[in-house]
């Protein structure tokens, strides 16, 4: 599967997405943090972590495709 900017994109938003709304549905007794706590404060380290990864992700795709020339 040929990855280009766009999907890869639209996979992180959604991984994101995903991950948020089962935070925010969860039960009050299993995740005892407000829905602006976790919009304001979980989400964009998520999102942060996620783009910290992704990089490293790329970088090795890049260092693997380059070693096998």
Known sequence: MELDLTKTAVI?????????AALVGAP?????METGTILM???????AFGLIC???GVKHGEYRAGAAR
Request: hydrophobic content about 75%.
């Open 28 to 32: 009050e007794a299993m995740i005892p």
């Open 12 to 20: 992180f938003v959604g991984i994101i997405a995903v991950g948020v």
């Open 41 to 47: 404060m979980v989400a964009p380290s998520m999102a």
């Open 54 to 56: 992704l990089a490293i």
